[in-house]
């Protein structure tokens, strides 16, 4: 649970339900061992049964028993956990000292070396984005010898 709590910034609330189903599930292996216990013990001596309504009900609630410790195992096998994330949509406010923003600026010195290194970088994107173009250069030299020539032929016919 802690570590699933690290993911978010802040953690308002943490909980963990759980049904412990030990209990239930002790009570009905127990009872279910009586009723098996008692049914042996009925085959083994030759009881007369008086009721038959009571025999079908017993061996009715020894089916229910064995559902129930079914469907414990189930819920047991096949537990989920629920995961709940948000986020509030809660604006922080920040008090600030002073309004004036131009008391927050960085130094002359320092803007001014900025701007060297921002107009060197413009100038190394310029020239990559030039040399993306490296194909316009043959195709511009071969358009140009053609023009040349087709003049050249013109002015020796002409």
């Known amino acids: ?49 008086k009721d038959p309504d009571n ?5 009715n ?13 189930d819920s047991v096998k ?3 956990v629920v995961l709940v994330f948000y986020e509030t949509n809660a604006v922080s406010k920040r008090m600030m000292a002073d309004n004036n ?3 927050y ?12 290194e921002t107009g060197w970088n413009v100038f190394v994107e310029v020239l990559i984005g030039i040399s993306n173009f490296w194909i316009l250069i043959p195709v511009g030299l071969v358009i140009w ?3 040349r020539y087709f003049k050249r032929k013109a002015l020796v016919k002409g």
Do not use: C, H, W
Not at 15 to 24: G, W, Y
Not at 55 to 59: D, G, R
Not at 105 to 116: A, I, L, N, T, V
């Open 1 to 49: 649970m802690n570590k699933v709590a690290q993911l978010g910034i802040r953690v308002n609330d943490q909980k963990i339900e759980v049904a412990d189903k030990t209990l239930d599930y002790l009570s009905t292996r127990l009872k279910l061992k009586n009723q098996n216990e008692l049914v042996d013990a009925q085959k083994k001596t030759t009881v007369n049964k």
């Open 55 to 59: 025999l079908l009900a017993f061996k």
């Open 61 to 73: 609630n020894m089916v229910d028993e064995q559902i129930n410790n079914r469907k414990i195992d």
């Open 78 to 80: 096949l537990s989920t």
């Open 101 to 103: 923003l131009a008391d």
């Open 105 to 116: 600026q960085q130094p002359f010195s320092k803007r001014f070396g900025m701007s060297f």
């Open 145 to 147: 010898l053609a023009i």
